[in-house]
């Protein structure tokens, strides 16, 4: 998480859609804005939220009545990838139906955000062959709203992970916005080594010793912004490949099996190890005040599934400088 003294988006007003950890509301509050409307269907999510906002989500977006919710000026959703069924030519909100996207656009059709902010996996601009991105577009531009897209790497904006995203920002037509930039790429400084936990207590029964570990002759003595591969446990496989500390996280995921599953494995004061759940958090630009899942592996799911503050913090940097006197 970035410390930013500039409240850009101070009497912004915001919802949080697919909420999850709350990783949207920790970005635009850090710059100001004040969240009217969190919804999140997942139990274990809504109570992590709960309990670190003092708000429980309202549950299952297809059921909720898009007039009872507040009036807002942001709308921000981290929606799950679906498959879009291409029928019309239009490609816009009728084609957009039988999707959670069609929640979101309902939503935004009665209420009128003045930005729209959102995040998928990288896949979903080239999923089904560009024509899902393309609905999202469409939708979009058919309910009066200037586009923008792009695919950011966490590693770029100094986070120790390779996690790519799209990340899109649409402005209400009629406040002109043609001058949005994505933030730029800024050299890393920090490594799996600077989000490790000092506490051996902490991860003591995260350590793996296998008489099928294999080392690759790498001097693990240089650093990188790029992940290091230094080993495996048993054939290699997803979750079983062992990295160095030196280098930077592989991307965190929620699902995955393995010895090392979830985050990978890590050489540790000549140890392997998966990383903690803290340290997931760490990763992902949650402080350490934030009260992790008691549940380990939902805690593992749940990062997983979650969005890397710092880059949503830098990306809202870029929307409240384009707003100003808006």
Known sequence: MISIEKKLLAGYTFIDLFAGLG??????????????????????AQKVYAENFVDTPEGDITKVDENTIPDHDILCAGFPCQAFSISGKQRGFEDSRGTLFFDVARIVKVKRPKVVFMENVKNFATHDDGKTLEVVVGTMEELGYTFYQKVLNAVDYGVPQKRERIYMVCFRNDLEINNFKYPKPFKLTRHVEDVL???????????????????????????????????????????????????IAITLSAYGGGVFAKTGGYLINGKTRKLHPRECARIMGYPDSYKICKSANQAYKQFGNSVVIDVLQLIAVEIGTVMEGK
């Open 197 to 247: 936990l000092e506490d051996e207590e902490m991860v003591k029964d995260l350590y793996v010793d296998r008489p099928d570990t294999y080392y690759n002759g790498v001097e693990d003595n240089q650093y990188s912004n790029k992940s290091i591969r230094l080993g495996i446990v048993n054939k290699g496989g997803q979750g079983e490949r062992i990295y160095s500390t030196k280098g």
């Open 23 to 44: 990783g949207f509301r920790i970005a635009l509050e850090s710059l100001g804005a004040n969240c009217v409307y969190s919804n999140e269907w997942d139990v274990p």
